[in-house]
C-alpha cells in the first residue's frame, strides 16, 4: 500500500512539473495570456480521463498528463492552450443554448486555427499540415474562422458523419463535459469577457507583428463584443407609463371630507394620484423586405416579438400593432388587433418589395396614420433590417428600436435617439 501511495506521490509531482513548464513556456511567447493564466487553476482530478475546465479550474489526470507527454511532449502544451483559449473566447458560456456537438467542433476549430497560426515551437504537432488544409477549405465556405461563424455554417450545412470522425481527429483536444452556463459559474462570463478586452489591448502592444495576431484578435472582437438581450429590451421597451390623474373609483370622499371639517386642514385619506387606464396598446413594426432579409427569419422575428409584448405585463387585451413593409416605399400594411389576425398573417401573409432599403418612408407613413387618427397614443417602433439603408434626420416623439441580425461592423450607426439591438439568427 506504501508502494501504491509513493508511486502515486511520484506520478502526481511529475504531472504538477510537466504543467509548470508548459505554463511557463506559454507566459514567455505569449505574456498577454497572464491573466487568463491566473484565473485558471489546476486540480488534479483522478476522476477525469483527461483535461477539462468549468472557466474557474482546469482539472486534468496525472496519469494521463505523463502519457500525453511520453507520446508527444507538444500535446501537453497545445492541450493546455487549447483550454485557455475556450475561456478567452467564452465558448464554455453559450454551451447551453446551442446544439452541443455543433459547438463543440467549432469551438475547436476555432481555437486549433488560431495555436496553428501563433506558429509555437512548444505546440506545434505533425498534423498541423492536414489540419491547415481543412481549414483552408473550411474558411472558404465559413469565411472568418470564429466559433460563431464555423457553428452557423454547420447549422446550414450539417456535416457527414464521416466529416465529423475527421473533424475530431484534428481538432479535438479536451472534453466539454463541465461547460456550463454563464449564470452557472463562478467566474461570471462577463469577468472572462473583461480578461478578453483586456488581452486584446495588450495584444496590440507585444504581437501586431507575430504570426497568428489578427486570427487571434478577430477571435478576441467576437469574445468581447456587446451582446444584446432582446427579450429584456423589448419589455422595458413596453413599459406601462402610469397615468397621473385622481382615481376616483378608489377615493372615498366621506373620510377625507370628515377629516378636513373636525380636523383643520388634515384629511384623513389623501387621494390616490394615480390609476391604471385600459388603453389600447400600439405599436409599429416594421419589416425591411429588401433582398437581403429572408422570409423565415423574418417570419421567426415577427413571432418572438409579438410573444414577448403579449407576455408583457403592459399590454393589454386591446392592441393596435401595425406591421409596415418597406423597402424603398411602403409596400403593405397589416394591422393586428387579436392574436387571430397576427396567426391569419403568419400563415397566410407574404412578404413584398426586395429592392433597395429606405427608413424613410415608414416612418412618414406612420405620421399620417397618426393625422389621420390611425393610433390614439402609439407606444413605439420597432424596425427590423439589415441596416444598410437611409435613416430619417427628424426625430419622431415615440420610441424606436432598430433590430438587426447579427453584428457587422460596415454598418452605419443608427441615429442618436433611437435603440439598436442586435439578434442572433440562433435566438
Known sequence: MDMKDERNKKISALAGDILGLVHDDILVHLRFFDVALMKLELRESKDSLCMATDGRNIYYNPVYILRLYKSAPELVERTY????????????????????????????????????????????????YDAERRLRVLKEASGELTAERIYKYFRNNPPTEGEKDEL????????HTLWKPAEQTEITAEQWRKLSERIKADLKSFTRAKAGADTLERNLEEATRERYDYAGILRKFAVMGENIKVNDDEFDYVYYTYGLVHYGNLPLIEPLEYKEENKVREFVIAIDTSASCRGQVVKAFLQKTYSILKTSESFFNKINVHIIQCDTEVQNDTKITCDEDFERFIKHGRLTGFGATDFRPVFSYVERLRAEGEFERLRGLIYFTDGYGIYPEKMPDYDVIFAFLNEDENRAPVPPWSMKVIIEEEE
Do not use: P, T
Request: aromatic share 10%.
Open 81 to 128: 492552450l487549447h483550454i485557455v483559449l475556450h475561456c478567452i473566447f467564452s465558448h464554455n458560456f453559450q454551451y447551453n443554448r446551442l446544439d452541443g456537438e455543433l459547438w463543440d467542433m467549432a469551438a475547436d476549430i476555432a481555437v486549433e486555427n488560431v495555436i496553428i497560426g501563433m506558429k509555437l515551437s512548444g505546440a506545434a504537432l505533425e498534423s498541423d
Open 168 to 175: 475530431k481527429a484534428l481538432f479535438y483536444r479536451d472534453v
